[in-house]
């Protein structure tokens, strides 16, 4: 398995803000150690990379608890799941479409393994990658009623969006120019 140091080695020169951001928002900001690596975890789970999820999971094993891993498992497969139901709901913007129940298992969401905030962590993180505004607004929302403030919010979407920009900077690391 690849460390999350071998991962940054694979940038270049060209990418090496990603490189920086990563570790910047890793070890900074508003959110404790836990909360920043389930993000991180759960924003490359959601951006199907499997291998800078075992990464970011590596790196953080001392941390990270199975409960917190299975919580932002948990968020990443729910969120795939809602934000293509409820962006498509919001896009087409009929009554008819928003009267109707959704009829989708959410129960983890209610009953996280950790707490809601964490799991609610998790899920924005997922909802900005996806750009649910629906989703977004929702798990905002959820997040201020569980006492979290706008800047450990804004912190959770900073890392999934770091988190995006270092896959997209993995991939095209791969890439052949010929």
């Not at 912190?155 to 900077?169: K, S």
Request: glycine share 4%; proline share 2%.
């Amino acid at each position: 398995m690849l460390s999350l140091d071998d991962l940054k080695n694979r940038l270049g020169d060209e990418t090496k803000d990603l490189r920086l951001n990563l570790g910047t928002v890793l070890s900074s900001g508003s959110l404790d150690a836990v909360q920043r690596y389930a993000v991180a975890y759960a924003s490359a789970l959601f951006s199907q990379d499997a291998t800078l999820a075992d990464a970011l999971a590596a790196e953080a094993r001392d941390v990270l608890t199975a409960d917190v891993l299975s919580d932002a498992r948990a968020a990443a497969a729910l969120m795939a799941m809602n934000t293509v139901y409820y962006r498509f709901r919001h896009m087409v913007g009929k009554p008819s479409y928003s009267q109707r129940p959704a009829a989708l298992r959410m129960t983890r969401m209610a009953r996280p393994a950790t707490s809601k905030a964490l799991f609610e962590l998790c899920a924005m993180a997922c909802a900005a990658l996806a750009g649910c505004e629906l989703c977004i607004r929702s798990h905002e929302e959820s997040l201020l009623k569980e006492g979290l403030t706008e800047e450990q919010i804004h912190d959770a979407v900073r890392i999934a969006a770091v988190v995006r920009g270092f896959q997209t900077a993995l991939a095209a690391s791969r890439v052949m120019v010929h």
